[in-house]
């Protein structure tokens, strides 16, 4: 209702990169994204990051706000885990996978590369180039995180996940209140 977003958001679709678009295009003064935008603009948006256009940074914390604003949710790095519910034999593949796969310097390559940060500590002397910044203030965001949680959507199951997109869609379009959202998400928790 204020005016935060530009006229027909709604048909701005992040498949397509529009969103990102907008960004470096100069239409948009800044947008929510997570770190894989960073590649997007490197490659889509001619000359806007090599010429100092982008930036990044962390909501700021609020003033006697409870939460800690080291906690990280989303994507800044990357990161993996097993599941406590998979058989020992899927953890000890998963386990393997972890100590062989991700330490190949080939592997290693392609996360940076990619401009991703590996998921392996210490990985800050991988970082150089032009997205060397970059990539140790990703890198530094998730070690220094508390808590980093996965991104909602991402967490979910396939059923409850498109139901949150939509929702959030409706929400944003005033289609929705706030409570007939959060009613909508609580009819399928655990589906």
């Given amino acids: 209702k204020a005016n935060g977003f530009q006229k027909g958001f709604s048909s701005t679709t992040a498949d397509s990169n529009a969103d990102q678009a907008l960004l470096y295009t100069g239409k948009a003064a ?3 994204h997570g770190s894989w935008s960073y590649g997007i603009q490197v490659e889509q948006g001619g000359n806007f990051v090599k010429d100092g256009g982008l930036g990044w940074m962390n909501f700021p914390a609020v003033e006697g706000g409870k939460g800690d604003p080291s906690n990280t949710v989303g994507n800044p790095g ?3 885990s097993i599941s406590s519910k998979a058989t020992a034999e899927a953890k000890d593949i998963a386990k393997k996978f972890f100590s062989t796969t991700l330490v190949d310097d080939d592997e290693k ?10 998921v392996l500590k210490d990985s800050d002397s991988l970082f150089s180039g032009a997205d060397a910044q970059f990539l140790k203030d990703m890198a530094g965001i998730a070690n220094g995180a508390k808590v ?3 991104s909602w959507d991402q967490a ?5 996940a498109e139901t949150l997109l939509d929702n959030i869609a409706k929400l944003f379009q005033l289609q929705v209140s706030p409570q007939q959202w959060v009613t909508a998400m609580n009819g399928v928790i655990g589906k």
């Fill in 156 to 160: 979910l199951s396939p059923t409850a």
């Fill in 148 to 150: 980093f949680a996965q």
């Fill in 78 to 80: 990357q990161y993996l």
């Fill in 109 to 118: 390559a392609g996360w940076v590369k990619s401009g991703g940060v590996p």
């Fill in 30 to 32: 800044m947008m929510l």
